[in-house]
């Protein structure tokens, strides 16, 4: 079967809401890009490939990456954060609803480091 879904990351980052909160959407989620300042997720390009990778619309840094949680279930420190079956690989800080998930210094290895 042909996985043509996009994973977005209002999606997975739902599940870090309150039970019965509102659905989250994209443009509501706010990264810090380096280059930029403050950018709004829905004003960056996404690529979809095995994961999601979202990158400034502006600069073209990779700021954040939704992807599959590692396939050894080892936990690979500072690389990003697990929701259910989903990790949030931000490279950024993030920033929703009043929440911010701290950069993940690891988030865009592509190896796990020692
Ligand atoms: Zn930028």
Redesign the pocket.
């Known amino acids: 079967m042909a996985d043509t879904t996009v994973i977005r990351a209002c999606d997975v980052l739902n599940q870090a809401l309150p039970p019965g909160s509102p659905p989250l959407s994209d443009n509501e989620i706010s990264e810090d890009?380096q280059?930029?300042g403050e950018?709004s997720l829905s004003s960056c390009s996404v690529r979809q490939a095995v994961e999601t990778t979202y990158s400034?619309g502006?600069?073209g840094?990779p700021l954040l990456i939704i992807g599959a949680t590692n396939p050894d279930g080892k936990p690979w420190p500072g690389r990003g954060y697990r929701l259910k079956d989903f990790a949030v690989r931000n490279a950024v800080d993030l920033r929703f609803r009043g929440m911010i998930i701290p950069r993940s210094p690891a988030a865009l290895d592509i190896s796990r480091k020692g």
């Open positions: 890009c280059t930029c950018v400034c502006k600069c840094n």
